[in-house]
């Protein structure tokens, strides 16, 4: 069967390079799932050898080889347009890439549960980062006494101008889907992020029209939802759209993410030009801009010490992936005599 890429989000010429083109659909351990011009194949990953230690992930492009002894391979992996990153939550100071080469990050929060605005930004941060569009889709707004005004406040007020779209997937209630559809256009790749339990599997059941990925249930006690989604796969839409459900995120690690956090507490930023120190931290300095809209109200404190907290996470980020350079370079010396 021939496959045209494109339809996978191809575009351009086919690039300098040995071996055939594909775009990995699934990662399991060691394997990967691959889009050719040629169909589907069942790729190995030998990302310390072949990759220049580039770890292959859900969406990206790579070459794909015949070795005598191993079969299909993973020769190299493309270089990337973005990725949607995380700090690898068993880890200090490792990246962790979700998805690469995505167009459209879509925040999903199941409206059976309270959004608090530090969840919020923590996701906005990850997904501005990346540099693709951006979108909170609000699911289980069918549901009896949904808060759908009330979540949909606390978003314009963390993230103005952000689109909300408000969806219903109930049997013969289901509503919504068509403002999230037309941000899917042909060749788009969208990644869907949230919690365990929010209704990512279930949205892309709807958006596919059929049962492709397993849903969960979810405790009544406290809404959470168990993880049915356990690796990132890509799946095409009949349309030609491209989505990717993640696994559901419960520790969302910041990484090397300035200029998105900057961009999420625009607000805090904007005051922030106005004080009398440039590297002011917004505690006790005087002349402060940001305290001072505090004290009259202007400004809620808890968003200012959710700023400090998240800055403070990137500097302590930046300042061990120092020391583990710096131990690099001493151990490389040390190996050199």
């Keep these: ?89 068993s880890e200090q100071v490792v990246e962790q890439v979700l998805v690469a080469n995505v167009d459209v990050v879509l925040i999903v929060h199941g409206l059976d549960r309270p959004l608090p605005p530090g969840r919020l930004e923590r996701f906005l941060v990850v997904a501005w980062d990346s540099g693709a569009e951006v979108a909170v889709v609000l699911t289980k707004a069918d549901k009896r006494g949904s808060p759908v005004d009330d979540v949909s406040a606390t978003v314009a007020a963390v993230a103005p101008g952000v689109p909300v779209l408000a969806v219903g997937l109930g049997a013969g209630t289901g509503f919504g889907l068509g403002p999230v559809l037309a941000m899917v256009g042909e060749g788009r790749t969208v990644a869907l992020l949230g919690e365990s339990g929010s209704g990512k599997s279930t949205l892309v059941n709807a958006l596919l029209g059929e049962e492709r990925l397993e849903t969960g249930e979810v405790r009544s006690a406290d809404s959470r939802g168990r993880h049915t989604t356990v690796s990132r796969e890509l799946v095409r839409l009949a349309d030609g759209g491209l989505l990717v459900d993640t696994p559901g995120i419960r520790s969302i690690g910041i990484w090397d993410s300035e200029e998105a956090l900057d961009r999420v507490f625009g607000d805090l930023e904007e005051l922030s030009t106005a004080c009398r120190y440039s590297d002011c931290v917004h505690d006790t300095e005087p002349d402060c801009a940001v305290t001072a809209a505090v004290a009259d109200g202007r400004m809620d404190r808890r968003r200012v010490d959710r700023y400090r907290a998240l800055s403070a996470e990137l500097d302590e980020q930046h300042q061990r992936e120092q020391e583990r350079e710096r131990r690099g370079r001493g151990d490389r010396r040390g190996r050199r005599r």
């Excluded at 010429?13 to 990995?24: C, E, F, K, V, Y």
């Excluded at 492009?61 to 002894?69: A, C, I, K, M, T």
């Design 1 to 89: 069967m021939s496959i045209d890429l494109s339809a996978y989000g191809w575009s351009g010429d086919l690039p300098d390079g040995d071996g055939r083109l594909g775009r990995i659909v699934r990662v399991d351990r060691g394997e990967c799932d691959v889009v050719t011009a040629d169909g589907r194949v069942r790729a190995l990953s030998d990302s310390q050898r072949s990759q220049d230690l580039t770890a292959p992930v859900t969406g990206d492009w790579v070459f794909l080889d015949d070795d005598p002894e191993l079969g299909l391979l993973i020769s190299s992996v493309l270089e990337r347009s973005n990725t949607v990153s995380r700090r690898d939550p």
